[in-house]
């Protein structure tokens, strides 16, 4: 198996809508006891600054989600229901909150497709857990993302998923699939993205 080189920063320092996008695609390595697993990112969702009232940056930079407002490229676990963990990838320019969820990824080692279909089964399947946080993910460590040049899915968008508190935010779609692929935890076929990955997102959305 071919050794993949980790993203640079500069792929997490843009624009948290435009990182979330370009991650659909890419591919997740995890290095567990000399264990190596791979698993292609087929679902995301883009979480904002403290405007955003879906963000965990709503707050500012308290305790927990300081990292959001940190340095780009960077890893921010957190526990739902005091059980699942879910993984998000730190984005912006220091100083500025963003982060990525990642919420599905495809095994590429021979696993069911539905083996990380959802945040808390990706993370369990990869082992990923709270004592994560803060990894960098521009380096090939423990876990990175990578770019094995495949080709870029046909993409799909829609609002988020369970955040129903947000108000208006709640409607914004700031979720992004690979349509219609079998890992894809949510809704797999509706607001599809017509054209390529050079359509530049808007920000107001």
Known sequence: MARLAPLPRAFFARPTIEVAR???G???VRRVGGRERRARIVEVE???GPRDAASHARHG???RVAIMFGPPGFLYVYLIY???HCMNFVTETDGVA????IRAAEPLDGGDARELRGPGKLCLGLGVTVADKG????RAA???VADDGAPPPRLGRSPRIGVDYAGRWAARHLRFFARDHASVSGPRGRGTLSGARSRRPSRRT
């Open 22 to 24: 370009d991650l659909v």
């Open 26 to 28: 890419k591919v997740l």
């Open 46 to 48: 883009a979480y904002l």
């Open 61 to 63: 930079p308290t305790k």
């Open 82 to 84: 005091g059980m699942h």
């Open 98 to 101: 963003g982060a990525v969820l």
């Open 135 to 138: 990894t960098d993910l521009t």
């Open 142 to 144: 423990a876990l990175y």
